[in-house]
């Protein structure tokens, strides 16, 4: 625990998030941003191969190195991670957003968002500012705000004759339902001397990642999808 909770280890957990976003549009942005700044989109786009084709394939072959990518990056964090995670589960301590779907799903967020911006401003670097902002925004309200109501949680309350004193024990089994593994959303003690807390359970978590990955995976199909019919508007 005091290795996986020091302040060197917090910090780079913490910088960490900021990560798969990066990845992202900085491979996205170069991928139209940089054939429109250079001006070799001219040899690109003069071929017989319709323009919108030339960016499909692309887009096919980057997005495959993409999810294996990610799928490498979550698998060796996975490992790293394996004896805390025996202790806390996978839902608390940054965990979740590195050991399932969602990893991979954030980076192909980012790629999108980087791609549909370096076609509208023919700026590499221009484009990564432009995507990763949006980006951010979306991941910070998924994971404060529509995270934690992607089931309703649970509510647990406990009796105490002697009085209630509510604690989180966010960084250990949670005590008040004794599960490992269970991310505890609130504790209170209410004026029947009971403590409610209410959590999402353990056993939810490929289920989050699902709902999760599936709002980022649409989101960069809904970008790309864009690029592709401006660039057909375009080459019509």
Request: charged share 10%.
């Amino acid at each position: 625990m005091n290795s996986f909770d020091s302040l060197v280890n917090i910090s780079f957990w913490a910088v960490l998030f900021v990560v798969p976003g990066l990845i992202g549009v900085i491979v996205g942005a170069a991928l139209l941003g940089r054939e429109l700044e250079l001006g070799t989109w001219r040899l690109a786009w003069s071929q017989t191969v319709p323009r919108a084709w030339w960016l499909a394939a692309k887009l096919a072959l980057v997005t495959g190195g993409l999810v294996l990518f990610g799928a490498a990056i979550t698998a060796v964090i996975t490992w790293s991670r394996e004896p805390m995670d025996r202790l806390t589960g996978h839902f608390i301590n940054r965990a979740y957003d590195f050991e399932g779907l969602v990893l991979t799903a954030y980076i192909l967020a980012a790629f999108g968002f980087a791609v549909l911006a370096g076609l509208l401003l023919r700026r590499t670097v221009a484009a990564m500012v432009a995507a990763f902002g949006p980006w951010l925004v979306f991941r910070l309200v998924v994971e404060f705000v529509l995270r934690p109501r992607f089931q309703a949680p649970l509510t647990l309350r406990q009796s105490c004759a002697q009085g209630c004193h509510a604690t989180m024990g966010l960084d250990t089994v949670p005590p008040q339902t004794g599960h490992i593994g269970d991310w505890v959303l609130s504790v209170s003690v209410n004026a029947g001397n009971q403590i409610v807390t209410t959590y999402q359970p353990a056993g939810r978590f490929w289920h989050f990642q699902f709902i999760e990955a599936g709002l980022f995976v649409a989101l960069t199909a809904a970008t790309l999808g864009t690029a592709i019919w401006l660039l057909h508007r375009r080459a019509a």
